[in-house]
């Protein structure tokens, strides 16, 4: 079954992690044999292959660079520039996927029907992977003409923040409102026809953007917070909000983010029963809020700073995505809902986004 998956940061692992994700998986992990500068060298999960062999025929790729202000702990660049020279050249990596023909870049519906159209049935030839541009964390918008810019080179989702303190919003682990600056981003996302990503918005920031932004949002990796009471996952009045505003959640990988009690660097899946179940759990409770399967779907973040250290437990590369519509089926959900979680939710949504542009 054809997957979608809303978010993947694989232009980062191939600049900043340095990996060739044309190799495989196992090639990827074997050149990373004996490093120790990251915790999850050798343990990686995602490769174009591996992504081909999973039918993950389309996905939402990242841009990503934090500014980290004077006085913030976290790591990032030290001015909005330097930030905004990472995420080209990660655009450029994504470029340079095309030109030998790994990737395709999706910004419009004729686009999209085209490579949907390229991926069914099986051909047995190599096909590019899909992939719609997305900036996860707004810092690296210098100006709303680098939006503008941005929008020209095919960015077509955007996250006002990511964790801490940012120009334009807070995220993860921090509190605080949207601004001046975060109400003229929107506005300038609205005008543009962008997604809004709210996947990491902190509370407060969230609902003062669902207060003022009127345009297409969705959430693409993220999990239940009634499940795991962190403010990474959403609560339930913040999903119900997404619903209302027809937007699809996509269910992230993460195992801290999937279980309660999870201690980085101790944890370990096997010993937490962390498994694909587990985001199937997820996915119903989402289910169960909306009384249909209209608004879940997948984004599994996998090798977004973590590999098989931190994901399910019956993941070894990204193709086992492909044991979920059994899963799913074993709960009772029909062929019908399967499909819309797999891919058919975030195809729509795309499709109302797109249909006046």
């Known amino acids: 079954m054809l997957i979608f998956d809303a978010h993947l940061d694989l232009a980062m692992n191939a600049l900043e992690w340095n990996r060739d994700l044309t190799t495989s998986v196992q090639t990827i992990r074997k050149r990373e044999e004996g490093m120790t500068d990251k915790p999850d060298r050798g343990k990686n999960t995602v490769s174009l292959q591996a992504l081909r062999k999973g039918k993950v025929g389309i996905c939402v790729a990242t841009q990503i660079a934090r500014y980290s202000k004077i006085g913030n702990s976290l790591p990032g660049w030290n001015s909005p520039q330097q930030a905004r020279a990472q995420t ?7 470029k340079e996927m095309e030109a030998i023909g790994e990737m395709t870049q999706i910004t ?15 051909t047995g030839k190599k096909r590019p992977i899909g992939y719609i541009l997305s900036l996860e964390g707004a810092d690296s918008i210098v100006s709303m003409e680098h939006l503008q810019t941005s929008y020209e080179h095919g960015l077509r989702a955007i996250g006002p923040a990511h964790y801490g303190p940012g120009t334009y919003a807070y995220g993860t682990n921090s509190s605080g409102g949207i601004g001046n600056k975060g109400k003229e981003l929107l506005r300038e996302i609205e005008r543009l026809n ?10 407060e920031s969230f609902w003062e953007t669902m207060d003022v932004y009127n345009g297409p949002v969705w959430a693409s990796h993220n999990n239940c917070r009634t499940l795991v009471n962190h403010n990474r996952q959403f609560s339930d009045e913040q999903i119900k909000e997404l619903i209302g505003r027809s937007a699809v959640i996509g269910m992230a990988l993460d195992a801290w983010m999937m279980v309660p009690d ?15 179940q587990t985001m199937a759990d997820h996915i119903d409770h989402i289910c169960q809020l909306s009384g249909n399967s209209h608004h879940a779907g997948i984004g599994t973040d996998l090798d977004g700073g973590f590999g098989k250290e931190q994901c399910p437990a019956d993941i070894d590369t990204i193709a086992d995505l492909q044991t979920v519509p059994t899963l799913l089926a074993t709960r009772g959900y029909s062929r019908e809902d399967i499909e819309n ?8 949504f795309l499709h109302r986004t797109w249909k006046t542009t």
Not at 262 to 276: A, D, I, N
């Open 88 to 94: 080209q050249g990660q655009l450029a990596w994504y």
């Open 108 to 122: 419009n519906l004729a686009q999209l029907d085209d490579h949907l159209a390229l991926w069914k049935g099986d």
């Open 194 to 203: 962008l997604i809004l990503d709210a996947t990491h918005l902190c509370d």
């Open 262 to 276: 999870w201690v980085r660097g101790q944890s370990t899946p096997e010993e937490m029963g962390v498994s694909l």
């Open 341 to 348: 979680i797999m891919h058919k939710n975030f195809l729509r």
